[in-house]
Nanobody, 121 residues
Framework: QVQLVESGGGLVQAGGSLRLSCAFS????????MGWFRQAPGKEREFVAA????????YYSDPVKGRFTISRDNAKNTVWLQMNTLKPEDTAVYYC??????????????WGQGTQVTVSS
């Protein structure tokens, strides 16, 4: 059974940075595409970023492109989301996810419990 545990959320001022972590356990980490999603109050969950099984390919949504960086370390079973130049509209619960398929067409099978990110103006 795959478990995903996010950490690193918090309160930050606009323009600041945060680094989210997601610890993976239960299966072979390197078999999965890993991703980050977010859900703001009153809105649907939206895709943020994904990284291929070996870290060689990444994919970002337009709102975060150039500001966020997704990375992974298969030896540590961990994926990170480095978030820079944060904006109030980045405020959301951020979820880690694991799935299979190609990086632009992933079947997301597993989800973490989420970590809150709040960006003050």
């Amino acid at each position: 059974q795959v478990q995903l545990v996010e950490s690193g959320g918090g309160l930050v001022q606009a323009g600041g940075s945060l680094r989210l972590s997601c610890a993976f356990s239960g299966r072979t980490f390197s078999m999965y595409v890993m991703g980050w999603f977010r859900q703001a109050p009153g809105k649907e969950r939206e895709f943020v970023a994904a990284v291929s099984w070996n870290g060689g390919s990444t994919y970002y949504s337009d709102p975060v492109k150039g500001r966020f960086t997704i990375s992974r370390d298969n030896a540590k079973n961990t994926v990170w989301l480095q978030m820079n130049t944060l904006k109030p509209e980045d405020t959301a619960v951020y979820y880690c996810a694991a799935g299979g398929g190609s990086i632009t067409s992933v079947q997301w099978d597993y989800w973490g419990q989420g970590t809150q990110v709040t960006v003050s103006s």
